[in-house]
């Protein structure tokens, strides 16, 4: 597609139930990013992705939160047991090769809401 | 660790005026800058970015920064507001490694009155 595609657009499930969030970034880009935009906490960097590898986690707030990315295209980002504080936009980005001076493109993001 | 300060969580301006908004960042070697702008329910486009090769880096829709190494600034400015301009604004620095991962300020919301 044209540009960086994350489904469903907005999510509302119940405490305590898994939810996957789905990210296509721009077709050829290797680099894949995963961002929580939250009130109060502005955008926090989750997880990035080169290709399938993830060389950087560091940003995943605990062990409920994984994501993966297969052939080097979709990406999936899983919340087990989802809790409130986990409500927030979920925003996804992709780059051509995930170096310094190479801006990202974002999805229009994933509305979660925790009821 | 780098970091990113935007002074001012929200500015107002009448159209027409100065836009002039703050971001500094705290790095030991310059790094890559940008600003990005959110309207709502939208994600991130890239307004302009700085890579070294020039200090006064223009974007899209009039905007433009200035990157003063001894200030560690990077302002945004735009000469006169227009209405939709109105939007969140966000400043993010890029370290200089193989992974673009950005770090992002706050964010500061325009308001433009008319």
């Known amino acids: 597609g044209a540009g960086v595609s994350q489904s469903p657009s907005n999510k509302v499930t119940e405490k305590g139930k898994d939810v996957e969030l789905r990210c296509d970034p721009i077709s050829g880009h290797t680099a894949l990013y995963w961002y929580r935009q939250s009130l109060g906490q502005g955008l926090e960097f989750l997880i990035y992705f080169q290709g399938n590898s993830a060389p950087d986690k560091s940003g995943l707030p605990s062990d409920r939160f994984s994501a993966e990315r297969t052939g080097g295209s979709v990406s999936t980002l899983t919340i087990q047991r989802t809790q409130q504080e986990d409500s927030a936009v979920y925003l996804c980005a992709s780059s051509f090769q995930g170096q310094g001076a190479t801006p990202l493109h974002f999805g229009n993001g994933t509305r979660l809401t925790v009821t | 660790a780098q970091s990113v300060t935007q002074l001012g969580s929200h500015v107002s301006v009448s159209e027409g005026a100065l836009v002039l908004l703050r971001c500094n960042y705290s790095?030991?070697?310059?790094?890559?800058l940008f600003w990005y702008v959110q309207y709502p329910n939208q994600g991130l486009q890239l307004l302009l970015k700085y890579t070294s090769a020039a200090t006064l880096v223009k974007g899209i829709n009039g905007f433009e920064a200035e990157f003063k190494k001894s200030e560690t600034s990077f302002h945004l400015t735009k000469p006169s507001a227009h209405m939709s301009d109105a939007a969140e604004y966000f400043c993010a620095v890029s370290e200089r490694s193989n992974t673009g991962k950005l770090i992002f300020g706050q964010g500061t919301t325009l308001q433009v009155k008319p």
């Open positions: 790095s030991s070697v310059p790094p890559y």
